[in-house]
Every structure is written in structure tokens, then in C-alpha cells.
């Protein structure tokens, strides 16, 4: 277990419930990690699990090749279910109360503040913040250690469209600095875009791991034209009756997307008019919602 | 550890709660203890509460005057303290927070006990200083001398009151960390302090003789028997000489020592969530 976050067979049990069942998780040095799945499928309570906050029932967790826990959270920094502050002190001063637990020197904190653009309100108290403020202390707090490891966990959560982008931007921004970050996130778009690989869980079983391509699986290449079945009889001549499906009036080729020309060619060579010809890529809605067993609202 | 503590007493010396229980146990003290005492003195109207009239409210009486609230009425203030500062970090969700910086729990809990213990001990100067201030304004006033205790009775008076307000204290830490909040917490800590406790006290220990001894191993009576032989007026809620001062100074110690460890157990053991 060499990588920055690695677990296996980790289970969380709460009497008869069973909220993590054996979950191997391998997050890669330098990656940004995607972890997706419905509300209440577990990411929260196996994210707390791989910070030490709670003690799994069964299985194992390595964060930075040392199990979780006192002392071994040199490395890693956190922002957990939503930003917890103090309301009474400013957001500079929760800074500084959350330094002194670790010696980070007084500098740190003005340069996080600079990083997650909250310096100009610094001094205000924590109870006035905005949502998004509030949000950006957070991972100001996460940020505060230098940390080679960060993990945030829906950290767009009630943010506006405009603060969503900022905290996206910052979030590509740390991955880039060569960090490696661990993100829950209800956005399957914020995830397709930031993300290097991603996880998805359901019911507490993490039931895909992979790179967004791989999970999306091959593209394919649509084809619109008239007369159908006449284009169809073509292709499938062409290209073998295995990888032709008529699908929402249309073509489905499985083909990679080089091969369009050709068999625009050979259609229009054949006296069919092409409508619409292109790339097709599986919505990863769709696939994650095939994974998770069709539950729309994603959390 | 000195960066927790740091932390913690930031925590408490910023947070304006705790300036506000201050506050309201300076005002009860100065109230009870010497402005109704002296008003009724001065105007003739002396009752049970003034038993011993000009003379309790002087210099050589500070001792029994400052920590004579500690076994009810300022003991539930500084319980609900011990609630604020531990149950806070539920109800704002800053377990999380800290931990996730690396402090071990029982680092975080063991920083949080002594900065209480540390503004115990500014609580107990304020007490000693504004009784101070009262007694020597009413001694002025009535052209009595300038009598103090002895550097050693205000220690062990200091010691005794200081114990016996981290003792609620540290129930008040225990039962936040027990019930994971604030609200239940106050709740139940007010109900064992200024309800149970009487009831005990003034209902059942009267009728049944089980729970007249068993009133010598609580919390409550031991420290009323301790302030009662610093000489606090047996006349203040709670004050009573059950027992002696020695066994009071060490039952009072135990618990101070059975919630500070039942509490560090209880949150080591325990998911934070």
C-alpha cells in the first residue's frame, strides 16, 4: 500500500446496517480522485474512516503508507461534510486556533487565506461568512498544512454556479501543484472535468474504479441517413453485423471515430444521403446511474 | 500538547459566553453575599439570611463568602461552562476540524481540561477579588477594621474552590461529551444541580436514612460540606456540614478525577461524527 490513500476490505457496520462492505479504494500519487454515489451510499463515512474519525468495523486503511490516527495526519489536509467553525471568531482567527494544534507558522495562514481569495474578509467573524465563504475557509483550514494529500468532500455543496467554478478552478489548480486529492461530489460534470479517475459507490460497495474514458467505455460513431435499412444492410456488410445497431433512428457503429470518413464515403458512394454523421460518447449519467442502480438524484 | 492548549484557551478567553457566565457569577456573588446582606443590614430588616448580621459581610469572612456558591447556584454556571466549551465542538461540527489537523483526541481533551482548569483559576480570583473589594468597602463604611484571613486560609480557600468548580466543570465536559451537545447537557446538568440534589437533600434524606448516606458520597454535599468549613454561611443553598472537611476536599477530588477520565474515555473510544 504505497499510495497516497489505499484501502481494502473496509467495512463500516452500525448494527444491522452495513454503510461500507468492503470497500478497495486506491487512490494514485499526483491524482485527482473522483468519488461518486448517491446519498447515503457510504462516501461520507469512508472518507471519515480513511481520516480516522471513525473506526471501521472491519478491513484496512494506509494514508500515506501509515494507518489513520493520531499523529499520522502530517500530510494530509481535510474538509469533511461541510465546514465546521468557529461562529465567534473571524476566519482568521479559526486559522490560527487550528495552527497552533499543529505548529503551522503564522505566514501559512495568511497565503491559504490568498489562495481560497478570502483575505479581504479575514477579519470578519465566521458567522457572517456566505455559504461560499464558509466553503472557501474550509479548505483554507484543509490547505493549512502544505499538504501533499488533500481530501474534500463535497466541498461545491451549496455553492452558486459562480462560486461552483471558483472552487472547481481552485480545485484543478492544487491537483496541478502536483498534490493529490481524494473529491466527493454530487456533480457528475465537476468530476468529469477535474477528475483524473473515479470511484463509485452504491449501497456501501464501491462498485467501479477506473479513469471517466474507461468507465464511459469505447465511443461510438452515429449515423443518420435515408434510406435506413438501406445504410444499415452497408455498414453492416462493411463493418460486420456484430458492431451495427439500429438504435433511435439512427446507426450505432462501434468504430473508433477515425473511421467516419471511409464510411461516409462508402454511404454516399452507395447513393445514401447522409443526414448526420459523428462521435458518440455513453452520457456518464447514464453509466453511473446503470451503476447505481438507476437512482436519479446523485449525492 | 502547549499548541492544544494554546488553541483551547483562545478558544475560551475569545469566546464571549464564557466572559457572560463570568460576568453573571461576579453579580450573584456580590449580590447575595453582600449587597441584600448589607441592605437588609442597614435597613433593620435582618432575617435568617443575615444571621450574624455586619459581621459576615467583613474582610475575615471572604474566604467562606467567595466560594459559598460553589456547591449549587455558581456551580451550575461553571457546568454549563464545561458544557459550552466541550459540546460546542458538536453543534459546530469542529470535532472534525481539529482532529483532521492531526492533534490526537485525548491531546485535544486533556488541552481543553486545563484551559478550564486555567480559567477556574481566574474565576476563583475574580471571586477572592471582588469579595475583596466589597468586604473592604463595607468595613470602610461602617468604621470596622481591615481584619483579613491568613495568607494560608486564602490558599486553602482558593485550593477549595477552585477544586469544587473543576469538578462541576469537568461534569459538565463529561456529560457533553456523553450526550454530544449542549442543549441536553445544560439541560440535565441544571436539573441534577439545582432540583435533584435539593430534593435530596431537603425531601428524602429527612425520611429515608439510605439516602442520608448516601448523600455523604455525592457530589453536591460534599462540596457544601467543604465550603461550609471554610467557613461559607450554612444559611447559602447547599451549604451544610455533612461531612467532615477532609473526606469533602478528597470525594470532590475523586470526581473531579472519575468525569475528567470517564469523559477522555468516552471520546477516545467514540466514532466522531
Same mark, same amino acid.
Given at each position: ?29 499526483? =491524482?485527482?480522485?473522483?468519488? $461518486?454515489? %448517491?446519498? &447515503?451510499?457510504?462516501?461520507?463515512? +469512508? #472518507?471519515?474512516?480513511? *481520516? /480516522? ?100 468532500? =463535497?466541498?461545491?455543496?451549496? $455553492?452558486? %454556479?459562480? &462560486?461552483?467554478?471558483?472552487?472547481? +478552478? #481552485?480545485?484543478?489548480? *492544487? /491537483? ?115 451503476? +447505481? ?7 | ?273
Amino acid at each position: 500500500m504505497k499510495e497516497p490513500v489505499a484501502t481494502k476490505g473496509l467495512t463500516k457496520r452500525y448494527g444491522d446496517l452495513v454503510a461500507v462492505d468492503g470497500v478497495d479504494l486506491t487512490v494514485r500519487s499526483g =491524482e485527482v480522485y473522483g468519488f $461518486l454515489g %448517491p446519498n &447515503g451510499a457510504g462516501k461520507t463515512t +469512508t #472518507l471519515r474512516m480513511i *481520516l /480516522g474519525l471513525i473506526r471501521p468495523t472491519a478491513g484496512a486503511v494506509r494514508v500515506l503508507g501509515r494507518p489513520p490516527g493520531p499523529g499520522q495526519l502530517a500530510g494530509v489536509g481535510a474538509l469533511i461534510e461541510g465546514p465546521g467553525f468557529y461562529p465567534y471568531l473571524s476566519g482568521r482567527d479559526n486559522l490560527r486556533v487550528l495552527a497552533r494544534y499543529t505548529g503551522v507558522p503564522v505566514a501559512r495562514i495568511e497565503a491559504v487565506l490568498e489562495m481560497v481569495d478570502l483575505a479581504d474578509r479575514a477579519s470578519d467573524r465566521y458567522r457572517a461568512y456566505s455559504l461560499g465563504m464558509k466553503q472557501r475557509l474550509g479548505v483554507a483550514a484543509a490547505l493549512l498544512k502544505d499538504p501533499q494529500l488533500l481530501v474534500l468532500d =463535497e466541498p461545491t455543496n451549496g $455553492l452558486d %454556479p459562480a &462560486g461552483m467554478a471558483e472552487m472547481r +478552478t #481552485l480545485i484543478r489548480r *492544487l /491537483g496541478a501543484a502536483g498534490r493529490t486529492v481524494l473529491l466527493s461530489s454530487h456533480l457528475l460534470g465537476e468530476v468529469e472535468h477535474i477528475c483524473d479517475r473515479v470511484g463509485v459507490i452504491s449501497h456501501g460497495r464501491l462498485v467501479a474504479e477506473s479513469t471517466v474514458a474507461e468507465l464511459r467505455g469505447d465511443s461510438t460513431v452515429r449515423v443518420v441517413a435515408d434510406p435506413l435499412d438501406k445504410a444499415a444492410e452497408l455498414v453492416r456488410t462493411l463493418l460486420g453485423a456484430e458492431r451495427v445497431r439500429v438504435h433511435d433512428g439512427g446507426l450505432e457503429l462501434a468504430v473508433s471515430a477515425d473511421r467516419a470518413a471511409w464510411i461516409n464515403g462508402e454511404l454516399v458512394d452507395g447513393g445514401i444521403a447522409v443526414s448526420e454523421l459523428r462521435r458518440h460518447e455513453r452520457d456518464l449519467e447514464a453509466v453511473f446511474l446503470e451503476l +447505481t442502480g438507476g437512482v436519479r438524484n446523485v449525492g | 500538547m502547549w499548541g492544544s492548549f494554546q488553541a483551547e484557551l483562545t478558544k475560551v478567553v475569545k469566546r464571549p459566553a464564557s466572559w457572560l457566565l463570568l460576568a453573571l457569577a461576579l453579580s450573584l456573588m456580590l449580590i447575595f453575599a453582600y449587597l441584600v446582606r448589607y441592605a437588609s443590614y442597614a435597613g433593620g430588616t435582618g432575617g435568617v439570611n443575615t444571621a450574624g448580621g455586619l459581621a459576615v459581610m467583613l474582610p475575615d469572612r471572604l474566604v467562606g463568602n467567595s466560594i459559598g456558591g460553589l456547591p449549587v447556584f455558581l456551580g451550575a454556571l461553571v457546568l454549563i461552562h464545561g458544557v459550552l466549551v466541550a459540546g460546542g465542538e458538536y453543534g459546530w461540527g469542529t470535532w472534525k476540524t481539529v482532529l483532521v489537523q492531526g492533534p490526537s483526541r485525548l491531546t485535544v481533551y486533556g488541552a481543553k481540561l486545563l484551559a478550564l482548569a486555567v480559567a477556574n483559576v481566574a474565576l476563583m480570583l475574580a471571586m477572592f477579588g471582588v469579595g475583596a473589594v466589597a468586604s473592604a468597602t463595607i468595613a470602610a463604611a461602617e468604621n470596622q477594621p481591615l481584619a483579613w484571613p491568613s495568607i494560608g486560609d486564602l490558599a486553602i480557600g482558593f485550593g477549595a474552590g477552585w477544586l469544587i468548580a473543576s469538578m462541576w466543570t469537568g461534569l459538565g465536559v463529561l456529560l457533553a461529551v456523553l450526550l454530544r451537545g449542549v442543549a441536553l447537557p445544560i439541560g440535565l446538568g441544571l436539573v441534577w444541580m439545582l432540583a435533584v440534589q435539593n430534593l435530596l437533600a431537603s425531601i428524602a434524606a429527612p425520611l429515608l436514612d439510605v439516602v442520608a448516606t448516601a448523600q455523604k458520597g455525592l457530589p453536591g454535599p460534599n462540596a457544601g460540606s467543604l465550603t461550609a468549613a471554610l467557613g461559607s454561611a450554612t444559611t447559602t443553598p447547599g451549604v451544610e456540614r455533612i461531612v467532615g472537611s477532609g473526606q469533602a476536599a478528597i470525594v470532590v477530588a475523586v470526581y473531579l478525577v472519575a468525569f475528567a477520565a470517564l469523559g477522555g474515555v468516552l471520546l477516545r473510544r467514540r466514532d466522531v461524527v
